[in-house]
């Protein structure tokens, strides 16, 4: 029982702010799974029902835990406008994540969620121009952006999509993006690899010089009515920063996440503390000036 954290009724309140239903864990069912990239699985899950284990918003993120193995945040990639499932998508690197990677179709998970804050979809980037900037598996917590937006397109200006990887074959959901993204009018998508490949005839280059080569020649425009939204390696996302503000473009005006160190999901841990900040809490999506005010610590 809490004995630190009471109110003026002795009524515990470490969990303001957070449901009971998402506290305690869920039963999904996975329900398909895509071998995106050698390192990379996108598990599909459904409630034992069917149908979707709770609404959430683009940017959050959900608790997923196999029972004696362990637990780990990771962001939804699935869009709230997909109304019958959720998806993840989840590189193998560590004892939880080898683990999923050997599951099937038809085994259970628990999920509870969700967590976190939300990407401003329909306040500050409604009517806005957008530019998501992405590298390797940070497409995943843009995705779920990307397809909200195109499922809302009349509600948003133009969009770019800046996604690169180290190769060809490491391109998270290259099926979508073929099939959906580069079809969807009004959506320009670019994408690079870090080196030269056999059969690959896009760009070859690290994103954020790409990224600078396009703003220069005019083919991404980053004007006042432009948001840019970046996920990545902290190095990529240091320089992706440093490319948009020789390009003048404010950090006031992008948008990143944190999603390093998160535990708990509720702020009790403190694994995530930085500063005043819990990114599990406050986060994990920060406007870039925030992120600034943060203590160098994290």
Not at 47 to 53: F, I
Not at 157 to 173: C, E
Not at 185 to 209: K, Y
Request: proline share 5%; net charge negative.
């Amino acid at each position: 029982m809490c004995t630190e954290h009471k109110n003026e009724n002795h009524e515990c309140t470490c969990h303001t702010g957070y449901t009971l239903d998402t506290l305690i864990p869920k039963v999904g069912i996975i329900t398909d799974i895509r071998e995106e990239t050698p390192d990379v699985k996108t598990f599909r899950v459904n409630a034992p029902e069917g149908g979707k284990l709770f609404e959430h918003l683009p940017g959050q993120c959900a608790m997923i835990c196999v029972p004696g193995v362990s637990e780990g945040m990771f962001s939804i990639t699935s869009s709230p406008t997909n109304k019958e499932y959720q998806e993840f998508s989840i590189k193998r690197c560590g004892m939880l994540t080898d683990h999923l990677h050997t599951l099937q179709v038809g085994d259970p998970i628990t999920v509870r969620g969700p967590y976190g804050n939300n990407f401003p979809v329909d306040t500050v980037l409604k009517g806005k121009d957008l530019v998501f900037v992405a590298g390797g598996i940070g497409l995943a917590p843009l995705r779920s952006v990307i397809n909200y937006v195109i499922d809302n397109r009349a509600d948003y200006g133009k969009v770019d999509i800046v996604y690169g990887s180290r190769s060809a074959d490491d391109l998270v959901q290259l099926k979508e993006i073929r099939e959906l993204w580069m079809k969807t009018e009004g959506v320009n998508v670019h994408l690079t690899i870090d080196r030269e490949q056999e059969g690959w005839t896009g760009n070859v280059g690290f994103v954020p010089t790409y990224l600078k080569e396009l703003g220069e020649s005019g083919q991404i425009e980053f004007g006042v009515n432009t948001i840019s939204l970046v996920c990545g390696p902290p190095i990529m996302i240091k320089f992706v920063l440093a490319a948009l503000k020789d390009m003048g473009v404010s950090k006031d005006k992008i948008y990143t996440t944190l999603e390093l160190r998160m535990k708990c999901g509720v702020g009790k841990c403190g694994r995530c503390n930085i500063g005043s900040k819990y990114v599990c809490k406050d986060g994990p999506v920060f406007r870039c000036d925030e992120v600034d005010e943060l203590p160098n610590e994290y």
